[in-house]
């Protein structure tokens, strides 16, 4: 939607082209922010369980509103980094860049994919860890979570920083 070409080379990392399409959509209608929630990657559930949800941010400041958010919420999110180094990972030689790279730092790559879609502050919350629960838990009952309903409200309600 927004010109670039990629290249498929994972056929199983289909859902982050139809998300790149919903990101694109969502600023020709208006948005002025973004966050985009999806189970990305399960790399995100290695490394962090299912008890905190994997996030990237850009800039800083609008980060730190979904912390804040989180924080009145009752919710948990890591915030990881976006390391430049690794985006020549997703370099093609027949399109602007590939669906996926290496298993290494994967989830790192996938926001790095992502981020090539937004151009007003944006924010990736990777649920694939933490939207479904396998067995209850002393709080929550197994199956769907809900997980970023609640810190999405609260960030709604405090409205975009300015």
Known sequence: MNGKSVDIINTDAEGRLIL????????????THLVDIATLT???ARALGDQMTGAFGTPQAWYDSLTAAAERAGE???QLPM?????SDLDSHYADFINTGS?????IKS???LREFATVPWIHLDIAGTAYFRKKTAYAPAGATGVAHATLVELALAGAPR
């Open 20 to 31: 790149g399409d919903a990101m694109c959509y969502a600023e020709k209608l208006g948005a």
């Open 42 to 44: 399960g790399a995100v």
């Open 76 to 78: 948990r999110y890591w």
């Open 83 to 87: 390391i430049e180094e690794y985006r």
């Open 103 to 107: 298993a290494e730092g994967g989830l």
């Open 111 to 113: 926001a790095l994919f």
